[in-house]
C-alpha cells in the first residue's frame, strides 16, 4: 500500500487529476447544497459522465462528488434548516439555532473544519488500516450488529428536545415506518393494507425531507407576516480561532473515531454515526447544557463523525470488496466496467490504482476547505432573495431529489404527506430527529435481531453468553439509558 | 376544400405525433429503457452500456431509467399498466418477471408482457468458503445428515437467485429441512457473514464467486463450464430437474400487445446492439455471458422458466 | 374552555387511536405461522406495543398540561398543504413543468404576492431550467407532459 504511494500521487498530481477531483469536489458541494438533492442523487447525475473517464479518474470523480455532497449538506442544513440528507439531519439540530442567531458564518466555519478534520483523518485511517480494520469488521455478525444498533437508538432519548415521551413516541414511529413493506426474512408484505405501492416501503430519504424541508415551508407560511423571521444573514464562513478549540478537541476526536469505526461494520452508515457522535457529544461535553441552542460541540460532533464514515466505508470496500453503502457499491461496480474484479484480491491486484484512491481521497478532504468557502460565498446571495421564492426553490428541488432517489412517483406521495404530518407534529412538541433515527436504524435492528435469533434457534439469552462485543456495547446502551435517569435524581438531590 | 386538406392533414400529424408507434416510423421520440433497480448497479451498467449501441441500431434515440424498490418488482408494475407503443421497455432479471410475481400480490404476471429479446444469461454456482472442510456435494449431505440443524446457508434475500441456488440444491439433495436458512440484505453482507464463518453455503453466479476465496461445490448448467472443468452439474450430482439447471437471465420486456412489426423491429435492434463491438467488449471486460435470443424464442423460454421455477418457489417455501 | 380540545389533546388522541390500530392490525392476518423471529409480525409487533404504551402516557400528559397554542395562519398553510398533495398526485400525469408551475404559482399567491408576472413566470422559469437540465442535458428525465415528450 505505502509502497505503492508515489507511483499513486503521479497518477493524482496531473492535470486532468486535479482538475478532476477539483471540479467533482465543488460539484459535489453544489449538488449537497441544495435542498433535496443528496448523495444518491449527486452520484446518479455524474454516473454517465464517469462510464466513458478511465479507471482513476473515474472512480475519483465519484469519490470527490461524494465527499463534496456530503459536506454540502451541512450548508443547506445550517443556512435554511433542510438536509439535503438523513446524514445531516443532526447538524440541523444545533447548526440552525447558530444561524437563527445571527452566527450562520460562523457556524458554518465549525462545520467546515469538523468536516474537513473527519475526512482527512479518516483518509488516513484508510491508508495505514484498511486491511486490519476489515479483518476486524468481521467480528460483528447479526449479534454484535443488534447491540451496536441498540445502542444507536439510545441516542433518541438525547435528541429529543423537549419531552422525553413525544422524542421517544417519534422514534418509535420511525422504527415502525421501517417495517412497512417487504418482510426481510419472508419477503412477505406488511401493512401495506392492499396497496402494492407499499410493498417497497416508505423510501428514508421521502420522509427525510418531508419533515425536514417541506415541513419547513409549512412552518414559514404559517408564520403571520408581522413575526415571519427573516432568512439568516450569511456573508461567508468565518473560520473558527485557534483559541475557540480550547475544550473542543476531544469531542472532536472522539466523533472521528465514532465515525471511523461505523463507517467500517456494514450497513450502518453516515447518518447513524453523525447521531451516536452528537448524542455521545452531548452526554459527556462540558458544554452539555447548551445542545440544541446552538453549541459548537454539537456541529463539530455530527459534521466530523458524518465525513469520517466516508472513509470508513471505503475500507470493506477496497479491502474485500463487499460494499459498505450505497455509494461505495456503485464505485465498485464502475471498477468492474473498467475491466477490475472488485473482491478480496482487489487491493494485491491493483496497489498502485487502490493507492491513488485513498492518496485521492485525502486530497479531496484538503480542498474541502477552500471549495467550501467559494460554494458558501456563491450561495450568500441567494439567501437574500425574496423568501417567497426561497419556498417554490425548495418545494420544486425537493420533488426532483426524491424522485429520483428511487424514480418512483409514488415516494412524492410519501413525502407530501410527511410534511404536512410532520408540520402538525413539529407544532406540537414532537422532535422529528429521533423519528429519522427510527427509520435509519430500523431495518438493521430487525434483520440483526431476527438474524441472532435464528442462529440461536430463537433465544435471546443466547445473545450475550460467547459475544463478548455484543455484551460491552448492550452495557454501554443500558448505561445511556439510566445516565438521564441519574442525572435527574442527582439534580433533585441538589436542589433538594 | 382546402381546409379540409388542412384539417386532415392536422388531424394526421396529431395523431402521428401522439399516438405514434406506425411501425415503418418507429421510433420518431426517444426511447425509455427502465432499469429496476438504483443507478450504478450491475443491472443498471449493463443497460447504460447498451443503450447507445442499441439507440444506433433502431435508428433512433434512447435513454436509461431508474425506479427501485420491491426487489424491481415497482418499476415493474409500473410499465405493465403502460401503453404497449415500443417507447418503454424494462430490463428486467429472470426474478423480477419469474419469480417475483409468484410469491408476491403484485399487479403484473406471466402474460404482462411482450418479450423483445434476452440480453445475458449466467449460470449459477453453489459454493462454500475455500478454507471449509467440504470439498464436494458428498461431504456436505453427510455432514448435514450428521448434524441436523448446525448448518447455515445464507442469501442476499428472500426469492432472490441467490436463495432460489441455494434451496435448488439442498432441496434437490434432499436435505433443506435439516438446514437453516439466513437472508441478508444484498450480496455484500452476505459474503462477509461467510468470511466471517456465520454461513457455510452461499450461491451466485461464477462472476460473483470469483470475487472471494470461495470453493465451488456444483454448478446449474446443462455442461460442466470450461472455467472449472472439476466441479460437477447439479444432474450429476444426482440434483433432479426441474432443480438441476438455474441461470441468472435477464431481457429486455414491453408491455403486453405491443405491435408486431414493433416487436420485430426492436428485436432485430437488440441483436445489432449486442454484436456490436462496444457492446462486446463491455461483456469482455465485465465478464458477462451474453446470450441472445430474438422474440420469437424468448417468448417461449420465458414461459417456460416461470414454470420450472414455480417448483423452485415451492422448495423455498416462500 | 378552549382547553379540552386543544390542538395538542387532539394530536396526541389521533395518534393513541392509531397505535391501537395498528396493534389490532397485526393479528389475525394471514401469514405462515412459523413462530417467533420467523414471523414478518413479530418485530413490528413489539415496537407497536411500545409505542401504544408511550401513547397512552402521552394522552395522560397532555390533558393534565395546559399550553398556549402557537398562532397560526390558517389559510395559507392549509390552501399550500392542499396544493402540494395535488401536486405530487398530477406530477406523472401533467409532467413536472406544468405542475410545478402551477404549485409554484399557488405557493407565492398564497403567501401574498400578487403581481401575476411574478406569480406565474418565477415557477415557470425555475422549472423550465431544471427540465432543461435533467431531461435534455444530464438525459435523466422527470416526468413529461401528455402534450409534448420533450416539456
Known amino acids: 500500500m505505502i509502497a505503492s504511494l508515489p507511483e499513486a500521487l503521479g497518477l493524482i498530481f496531473t492535470f486532468e487529476g486535479l482538475l478532476v477531483l477539483s471540479l467533482g469536489t465543488m460539484l459535489g458541494i453544489i449538488l449537497g447544497a441544495l435542498p433535496g438533492i443528496g448523495s444518491t442523487v449527486a452520484v446518479a447525475m455524474i454516473l454517465p459522465f464517469t462510464l466513458s473517464m478511465s479507471q482513476a479518474p473515474a472512480i475519483l470523480l465519484l469519490l470527490a462528488i461524494h465527499a463534496g455532497s456530503v459536506y454540502g449538506g451541512s450548508i443547506s442544513a445550517i443556512l435554511i434548516n433542510t438536509p439535503g440528507t438523513p446524514q445531516s439531519a443532526a447538524t440541523c439540530l444545533d447548526g440552525y439555532p447558530m444561524a437563527q442567531r445571527g452566527e450562520a458564518g460562523k457556524a458554518l466555519g465549525w462545520a467546515t473544519v469538523a468536516s474537513v478534520i473527519g475526512g482527512l483523518a479518516s483518509a488516513v485511517v484508510l491508508i495505514f488500516a484498511a486491511p486490519q480494520l476489515a479483518a476486524f469488521a468481521l467480528n460483528f455478525g447479526p449479534i454484535e450488529t443488534f447491540a451496536l444498533i441498540l445502542l444507536g437508538l439510545t441516542c433518541i432519548v438525547s435528541v429529543s428536545e423537549g419531552s422525553l415521551i413525544k422524542g421517544l413516541m417519534a422514534g418509535f414511529m420511525g422504527l415502525f415506518l421501517s417495517t412497512v413493506g417487504g418482510d426481510p426474512i419472508t419477503g412477505e408484505a406488511r401493512f401495506t393494507f392492499g396497496h402494492f405501492q407499499l410493498i417497497a416501503g416508505f423510501d428514508l430519504l421521502a420522509v427525510v425531507i418531508g419533515v425536514f424541508a417541506l415541513s419547513e415551508v409549512l412552518t414559514r407560511a404559517a408564520a403571520s407576516p408581522e413575526d415571519i423571521k427573516p432568512l439568516v444573514a450569511f456573508n461567508g464562513i468565518v473560520l473558527p480561532k485557534l483559541s475557540e478549540w480550547k475544550g473542543r478537541v476531544k469531542g472532536l476526536v472522539k466523533s472521528v473515531l465514532i465515525g471511523n469505526g461505523i463507517g467500517v461494520l456494514p450497513g450502518t452508515g453516515a447518518a447513524t454515526a453523525a447521531f451516536i457522535a452528537y448524542a455521545e457529544a452531548r452526554r459527556s461535553a462540558p458544554t452539555r447544557a447548551n445542545f440544541g441552542k446552538g453549541e459548537p460541540d454539537g456541529l463539530i460532533a455530527s459534521e466530523s463523525a458524518n465525513n469520517a464514515v466516508t472513509g470508513g466505508a471505503l475500507v470493506p470496500t477496497m479491502a474485500l470488496g463487499i460494499p459498505g453503502d450505497a455509494i461505495t457499491a456503485v464505485m465498485l461496480a464502475t471498477l468492474t466496467l473498467h475491466g477490475v474484479t472488485p473482491g478480496i484480491r482487489l487491493m494485491s491486484d491493483n496497489p498502485v490504482l487502490m493507492a491513488a484512491i485513498f492518496a485521492g481521497f485525502f486530497v479531496i478532504n484538503l480542498m474541502l476547505l477552500p471549495l467550501g468557502m467559494v460554494v458558501s460565498r456563491m450561495a450568500a446571495p441567494i439567501l437574500r432573495i425574496k423568501e417567497a421564492y426561497m419556498l417554490v426553490m425548495i418545494s420544486l428541488l425537493c420533488t426532483v431529489g426524491v424522485f429520483f432517489v428511487r424514480g418512483n412517483p409514488f415516494d412524492l406521495l410519501v413525502m407530501a404527506v410527511a410534511g404536512i404530518i410532520g408540520f402538525i407534529l413539529r407544532r406540537q412538541g414532537y422532535p422529528m430527529a429521533p423519528l429519522v433515527i427510527g427509520m435509519v436504524l430500523g431495518p438493521t435492528l430487525e434483520i440483526s435481531l431476527r438474524q441472532g435469533l435464528i442462529i440461536t434457534d430463537g433465544s435471546f439469552s443466547a445473545f450475550f453468553v460467547g459475544h463478548p462485543i455484543a455484551g460491552v456495547l448492550a452495557v454501554i446502551a443500558v448505561g445511556m439509558l439510566a445516565l438521564p435517569v441519574i442525572r435527574v435524581i442527582k439534580d433533585r438531590q441538589v436542589s433538594a | ?318 | 374552555m378552549t382547553s379540552l380540545f386543544s390542538e395538542r389533546r387532539i394530536v396526541s388522541v389521533v395518534i393513541f387511536l392509531l397505535a391501537v390500530g395498528l396493534v389490532l392490525s397485526t393479528f389475525g392476518l394471514e401469514f405462515a405461522d412459523l413462530g417467533g423471529a420467523f414471523s414478518p409480525m413479530f418485530f413490528p409487533r413489539i415496537i407497536l406495543f411500545i409505542l401504544l404504551g408511550l401513547a397512552v402516557l402521552n394522552v395522560g400528559i397532555d390533558m393534565l398540561a395546559v399550553r398556549v397554542a402557537q398562532p397560526i395562519e390558517v389559510l395559507p398553510v392549509s390552501v399550500i398543504a392542499v396544493a402540494f398533495l395535488a401536486y405530487v398526485l398530477l406530477l406523472v400525469p401533467l409532467g413536472y413543468f406544468l405542475s410545478s408551475t402551477g404549485v409554484g404559482a399557488i405557493i407565492l399567491f398564497a403567501v401574498g404576492l400578487r403581481n401575476p408576472l411574478q406569480v406565474v413566470l418565477v415557477p415557470a422559469a425555475a422549472s423550465g431550467a431544471l427540465v432543461g437540465l435533467f431531461n435534455h442535458v444530464l438525459k435523466m428525465p422527470l416526468p413529461t407532459s401528455p402534450f409534448f415528450w420533450w416539456i
Open chain 2, 1 to 318: 376544400m382546402k381546409s379540409i386538406v388542412k384539417t386532415t392533414a392536422a388531424v394526421a400529424a396529431l395523431v402521428l405525433g401522439a399516438g405514434g408507434a406506425v411501425a415503418q416510423d418507429f421510433p420518431v421520440r426517444p426511447i425509455n429503457m427502465i432499469v429496476p433497480f438504483n443507478a450504478g448497479g450491475g443491472t443498471d451498467l449493463l443497460l447504460r452500456a447498451f443503450a447507445p449501441h442499441f439507440a444506433e441500431a433502431v435508428g433512433g434515440d434512447a435513454f436509461v431509467s431508474n425506479m427501485a424498490g420491491g426487489s424491481g418488482t415497482v418499476a415493474a408494475a409500473a410499465l405493465a399498466g403502460q401503453k404497449p407503443d415500443g417507447y418503454q421497455m424494462g430490463y428486467w432479471s429472470v426474478t423480477v418477471a419469474t419469480v417475483q410475481p409468484q410469491i408476491k400480490d403484485i399487479p403484473y404476471g406471466l402474460d404482462s408482457w411482450t418479450p423483445i429479446c434476452s440480453v445475458a444469461a449466467s449460470p449459477t454456482v453453489l459454493f462454500t468458503q475455500a478454507d471449509s472442510p467440504f470439498k464436494t456435494v458428498d461431504d456436505v449431505v453427510a455432514a448435514v445428515k450428521a448434524n441436523p440443524g448446525k448448518y447455515i446457508y445464507g442469501s442476499s434475500g428472500p426469492g432472490a437467485i441467490t436463495h432460489l441456488t441455494t434451496v435448488a440444491a439442498f432441496s434437490g439433495l434432499g436435505v433443506i429441512d435439516q438446514m437453516k436458512h439466513l437472508p441478508f440484505q444484498g450480496s455484500g453482507p452476505a459474503m462477509q457473514a461467510m468470511a466471517a464463518g456465520t454461513i457455510q453455503f452461499f450461491g451466485d453466479t461464477e462472476l460473483l464467486m470469483t470475487r472471494g476465496d470461495f470453493r465451488p461445490l456444483v454448478v446449474f448448467n446443462n455442461e460442466r463450464l470450461s472455467s472449472m472443468p472439476d466441479v460437477p452439474t447439479a444432474a450429476e450430482v444426482g440434483i433432479a430437474a426441474p432443480l438441476n439447471e438455474l441461470y441468472l437471465w435477464g431481457g429486455l420486456f414491453a408491455p403486453a400487445g405491443l405491435e408486431p412489426a414493433v416487436t420485430q423491429k426492436l428485436s432485430a435492434a437488440c441483436e445489432m446492439a449486442i454484436n456490436s463491438d462496444g457492446f462486446q467488449k463491455f461483456a469482455a471486460d465485465t465478464s458477462t455471458v451474453l446470450n441472445y435470443r430474438n422474440a420469437a424464442d424468448f417468448d417461449p423460454f420465458y414461459r417456460a422458466q416461470y414454470a420450472a421455477n414455480s417448483a423452485l418457489i415451492d422448495a423455498a417455501g416462500l
